[in-house]
């Protein structure tokens, strides 16, 4: 049986409306952000592959799928827009990741890129044969 990778995103969910369970809660944010970036990321490759795409399975397949999106359906406003969501989706969680200080509260942070990743997957889902 193969993962349900919408699963991430309700674990994210779960992160941002209890960060004191799991705890502490910035790193319970952090990961929030992280998890709702590879909800959307890993159910676009998904589609990507579908629709013709190769993942070469190393770090390049982020801006790949992005690129992807941006260039595959120049009419389809869905593809460029999930592109451009992904990529911001993305700068969060390496900032999540990877930065000591965070620009912005991990709480506004994971809220943002809980409901950007809800979009990805939106429009994900109303492409045709998706």
């Known amino acids: 049986m193969s993962f349900d990778w919408v699963d991430l995103l309700r ?3 779960a992160l941002e409306s209890a960060p004191d369970s799991p705890g502490p809660p910035e790193a319970a944010l952090r ?6 970036y590879y909800a959307a990321f890993h159910c676009a490759l ?3 592959s579908k629709e013709g ?3 070469s399975y190393s770090g390049d397949d982020h801006q790949k799928v992005q690129a992807h999106f941006r ?4 009419s389809d406003s869905n593809h460029r827009k999930i592109a451009v969501e992904l990529g911001r989706l993305y700068r969060n969680r390496c900032a999540a990741d990877y930065d000591d200080a965070l620009r912005s509260q991990p709480g506004s942070l994971a809220s943002l890129s809980i409901n950007m990743a809800r979009s990805v997957l939106s429009k994900l889902n109303s492409i045709p044969n998706s």
Do not use: H
């Not at 990961?31 to 709702?36: E, G, K, Q, T, Y």
């Not at 260039?71 to 120049?74: D, E, G, K, L, V």
């Open 46 to 48: 998904n589609l990507a």
């Open 11 to 13: 674990l994210a969910e």
């Open 71 to 74: 260039n595959s359906s120049p």
């Open 31 to 36: 990961s929030a952000v992280s998890r709702a």
């Open 53 to 55: 795409f190769v993942p």
